[in-house]
């Protein structure tokens, strides 16, 4: 266990001065959990997280997203749709506040659902009800 979270230090090595394990960045603060829904900025991440919010009114939860900017060391490799943890840290640039400390296993559901669309399978049996529906409506226009 590494900086006082319950996550383990990467087994690679980094150069990053920014990287909690192999640089000199340190946390504090709290955690997150959530899952990574972009990484197209240079070693950034951004963190997704769905929570529900009491709606008084209607006496109904409401579901609401966060997306949190998040330093992502070399030396985790994480990609999109993976769950993670993210720790708070001194500020790293405009936006950037945290930084990943590693990935996590969990059923939880973490949010991010826009990331996995339907599978192909599913696809392919809503178009066929489609074209089915289509061909009936033009055999029952003739007829």
Known sequence: MALGLNVDEP?????????????TLSVRGGTVDGVVVSTDMDRSAVVEREYDVAVPKYDRAMKR????????????????GEPVRIAETRPLSKTKSHVVVGRIDTDRDLGAA??????DAESEAAMSDIEESVAEAEDGGEA
Request: charged residues 25%; hydrophobic residues 25%; contains cysteine.
């Open 11 to 23: 087994e690679a090595t980094c150069d990053d001065p920014n990287c909690p394990f192999h640089g």
């Open 65 to 80: 997203r966060s997306r949190t900017p998040a330093h992502a060391p070399e030396c985790l490799e994480i990609e999109v």
């Open 114 to 119: 826009s990331l996995s669309g339907p599978s």
